[in-house]
């Protein structure tokens, strides 16, 4: 599975939108990138997941640029709630995929 | 369906003691997943089950770990004899199409 590299920690004011960043840039062609977070003191919770099409749900939005080396979630209107420690994971499609999780971003919410 | 649910939500024990984790995977996910959260080495992926088949143990730290899958609605993760550095969250998931849905999790304390 390609490494993915996203930094520590992020703030983002109520109300505006989150863009957290995802490096992937040794990315194979077969390898999608999936996004979780996780809430504190809960399971992690998917949110989505793309090949080379950007993608959009009700929870988020995202970006994959044209080489497939980065890409970027968007929580249009972050909300307290939203504050949680994100990752972005690439692996194969489908169920095989196992998750091996990195260290993530937390995004602190500011009221 | 109720989504994944692990037994119990915490557990207490002394060192040397037996553990028994349990995890009830969503009706027909085909694969269940077996992670390991602590502070320091953040989530680790201990064992993947395929149709109630072991596929990769590999994240299982030592003989003292165990894990089954007697049937395609319950696994079970077993530490015998459990340790104070096992002292963990730990999380079960299932999947079918990629998508994994955790359950809440196990905090385990061994004193």
Redesign the interface.
Known sequence: DAKTTQPPSMDCAEGRAANLPCNHSTISGNEYVYWYRQIHSQGPQYIIHGLKNNETNEMASLIITEDRKSSTLILPHATLRDTAVYYCIAGPGGATNKLIFGTGTLLAVQP | DAG?IQSPRHEVTEMGQEVTLRCKPISG???L?W?RQTMMR??E?LI?F?NNVPI?DSGMPEDRFSAKMPNASFSTLKIQPSEPRDSAVY?C?S???????????TRLTVV
């Open positions: 994944v996910h085909d694969y997943f992670y953040g989530l992926l993947y395929n990769d999380f998931a999947t079918r199409f990629g998508e994994a849905f955790f359950g809440q999790g």
